[in-house]
């Protein structure tokens, strides 16, 4: 695979300089993804002293940054208010057989952005056990049209991502992104010493396989 | 899937950002955007000069430049590598010996080159809050800059990729950046 930088497509939406990050509150008035101490994450086999070693090192930003740049893809979700697990497992078993039957296997991308199929400018909500079941592929990242993650209890469904170690990222402009073609995502948190909701310029770049 | 040796973090620290608005929260800024974001994206060539007195030089920044195209003309003759200068520079003025300015004719000649866009660790402002020298040169010339970065123990080379979309904000020639740079 080789990245193409010849062309970024750009899914941001603008924000204020008057914004102060620590008063960002849903639903969001940019686009914004959260960002998380390599502390609070999983997966690393760092002792204590090391995590703090690692976030001070700029070398190290593969561990602590790496959800915000790499590989994804867009799919395209019913139409409906909210998005829940059976559905999501309806649309990741068809793509896996139109993958398979290209004789290949579904290889899951680390971060996903998903799309109404319906009207330009709805909004996919997430539904708790459509959360769950992206965290059973591995999922560092999910990407949304939508302004917040969900429609109710945002707040329950941004702490149900957070525990999951999913990262989120919210008022993006999927319009011009293919559906199942691998992209290079790039979406970093704008301030190095910041936790939680921060503004961020989300592009993609086409991966040519 | 993508795996990078090497992945550094170019922002620069200031504590306690996130109670500040925006445009006062990150000394990392790219200067003179660009609508065109391929500037911010793709190869990259860190150059490490020694300084001369007080400040980075022309002829300083020219001899790394050509010790990056004898290094690429042993690749492409002894090799066939297909490999060719990029046309985004970093610059590192800062060293063990303290932190130093950049000389505005090295931009001059870097854009003469064809370079799309040029970072350096040196600041956008000078002490009375004004544009240094250095970024009225970014601005006369409408190059695309990124000031602020973080290069501490950088090695020079030309194999480098940058990923360094400043935020999308309207108005304002200068925008918060948090830039990485990958192998």
């Given at each position: 695979?080789?990245?193409?930088?010849?062309?970024?497509?750009?899914?941001?939406?603008?924000?204020?300089?008057?914004?102060?990050?620590?008063?960002?509150?849903?639903?969001?008035?940019?686009?914004?993804?959260?960002y998380?101490?390599?502390?609070?994450k999983?997966?690393?086999?760092?002792?204590?002293?090391?995590?703090?070693e690692?976030?001070?090192?700029?070398?190290?930003?593969?561990?602590y940054?790496?959800?915000y740049?790499?590989?994804?893809?867009?799919?395209?979700?019913?139409?409906?208010d909210?998005?829940?697990?059976?559905?999501?497992?309806?649309?990741?078993?068809t793509?896996?057989?139109?993958?398979?039957?290209?004789?290949?296997?579904?290889?899951m991308p680390?971060?996903?952005?998903?799309?109404?199929?319906?009207?330009?400018?709805?909004?996919v909500s997430?539904?708790?056990?459509?959360?769950?079941?992206l965290?059973?592929?591995g999922?560092e990242?999910i990407?949304l049209?939508?302004?917040?993650?969900?429609?109710?209890?945002?707040r329950l469904?941004?702490?149900?991502?957070?525990?999951?170690?999913?990262?989120?990222?919210?008022n993006?402009?999927?319009?011009?992104?293919?559906?199942?073609?691998?992209?290079?995502?790039?979406?970093?948190?704008?301030?190095k010493?910041?936790?939680?909701?921060?503004?961020?310029?989300?592009?993609?770049?086409?991966?040519?396989? | 899937m993508?795996?990078?040796d090497?992945?550094?973090?170019?922002a620069?620290?200031?504590p306690?950002?996130?109670?500040?608005?925006?445009?006062r929260?990150?000394?990392?800024?790219?200067?003179?955007p660009s609508?065109d974001?391929?500037s911010?994206?793709?190869?990259?060539?860190?150059l490490?000069p020694?300084?001369?007195?007080?400040?980075?030089g022309?002829s300083a920044?020219?001899s790394?430049?050509?010790e990056?195209?004898?290094?690429m003309t042993?690749l492409?003759?002894?090799?066939?590598?297909?490999?060719?200068?990029p046309?985004?520079?970093?610059?590192?003025?800062?060293?063990?010996a303290g932190a130093?300015?950049?000389?505005?004719?090295?931009i001059?000649?870097?854009?003469?080159?064809?370079?799309?866009?040029?970072?350096?660790?040196?600041s956008?402002?000078?002490?009375d809050?004004?544009?240094?020298?250095?970024?009225?040169?970014?601005e006369?010339?409408?190059?695309p800059g990124?000031?602020?970065?973080?290069?501490?123990?950088?090695?020079q080379?030309?194999?480098?990729?940058?990923?360094a979309?400043?935020?999308?904000?309207?108005n304002s020639?200068?925008?918060?950046v948090?830039?990485?740079?990958v192998?």
């Amino acid at each position: 695979m080789r990245i193409d930088f010849s062309q970024i497509i750009d899914l941001t939406l603008p924000v204020s300089l008057q914004l102060k990050p620590s008063e960002l509150v849903a639903p969001y008035p940019c686009t914004v993804t959260t960002y998380k101490r390599l502390s609070r994450k999983e997966g690393h086999g760092l002792e204590p002293d090391e995590v703090v070693e690692a976030e001070k090192s700029p070398d190290c930003a593969s561990l602590y940054l790496r959800e915000y740049f790499g590989l994804t893809v867009l799919l395209e979700v019913p139409d409906a208010d909210e998005l829940t697990g059976p559905m999501l497992q309806k649309l990741v078993s068809t793509w896996a057989e139109e993958i398979q039957a290209a004789g290949a296997q579904l290889m899951m991308p680390p971060a996903l952005l998903l799309r109404s199929s319906g009207e330009r400018g709805r909004q996919v909500s997430l539904s708790a056990d459509a959360i769950l079941y992206l965290s059973t592929f591995g999922l560092e990242l999910i990407g949304l049209e939508s302004s917040q993650v969900a429609a109710s209890d945002n707040r329950l469904m941004e702490a149900l991502l957070d525990e999951n170690q999913v990262a989120w990222l919210v008022n993006l402009d999927l319009q011009g992104v293919v559906p199942k073609r691998p992209y290079f995502l790039t979406a970093l948190p704008v301030l190095k010493d910041v936790e939680g909701v921060l503004p961020c310029r989300a592009t993609l770049a086409l991966v040519e396989e | 899937m993508f795996r990078f040796d090497f992945v550094w973090d170019l922002a620069t620290s200031k504590p306690g950002s996130g109670e500040e608005t925006l445009e006062r929260a990150t000394d990392t800024v790219a200067f003179v955007p660009s609508p065109d974001l391929t500037s911010y994206f793709g190869l990259c060539a860190v150059l490490t000069p020694a300084s001369e007195s007080d400040s980075v030089g022309l002829s300083a920044v020219k001899s790394c430049v050509a010790e990056l195209e004898a290094e690429m003309t042993i690749l492409r003759t002894r090799y066939q590598a297909d490999v060719e200068m990029p046309r985004r520079f970093l610059v590192r003025t800062r060293s063990a010996a303290g932190a130093f300015s950049l000389d505005p004719a090295v931009i001059d000649w870097l854009y003469e080159r064809g370079a799309l866009l040029v970072g350096s660790d040196c600041s956008l402002y000078r002490e009375d809050g004004r544009f240094t020298e250095l970024a009225s040169k970014f601005e006369s010339l409408s190059l695309p800059g990124l000031f602020g970065l973080n290069l501490e123990h950088l090695e020079q080379g030309y194999r480098y990729n940058l990923l360094a979309g400043p935020l999308k904000v309207e108005n304002s020639a200068v925008i918060p950046v948090r830039p990485l740079l990958v192998s």
